[in-house]
């Protein structure tokens, strides 16, 4: 098992104190973030992991020229 290993979190971007970790991957829309978070946002998430650590963004984007291509019915 790894839960002895492997801690998951569901909160907002905010970090939740200094540490840094081995991996950190997170999904979000950056669209609700605003302009004015979406730097604090990605300073946040470049700070979490150590040195030599991992970092998986998973923005979900919203493409309106993708909605315009797909047929409606």
């Known amino acids: 098992m790894l839960t002895d290993r492997v801690t998951v979190w569901l909160?907002?971007?905010?970090?939740?104190?200094?540490?840094?970790?081995?991996?950190?991957?997170?999904?979000?829309?950056?669209?609700?973030?605003?302009?004015?978070?979406?730097?604090?946002?990605?300073?946040?998430?470049h700070r979490l992991p150590r040195p030599g650590g991992r970092l998986l963004p998973h923005p979900v984007i919203e493409a309106e020229p993708a909605r315009e291509a797909v047929p409606s019915s």
């Not at 971007?13 to 990605?42: C, F, I, N, Q």
């Open 11 to 45: 909160q907002v971007y905010r970090p939740r104190d200094d540490r840094l970790y081995d991996s950190v991957a997170h999904l979000t829309t950056g669209d609700h973030l605003g302009e004015g978070r979406y730097r604090a946002y990605a300073a946040a998430s």
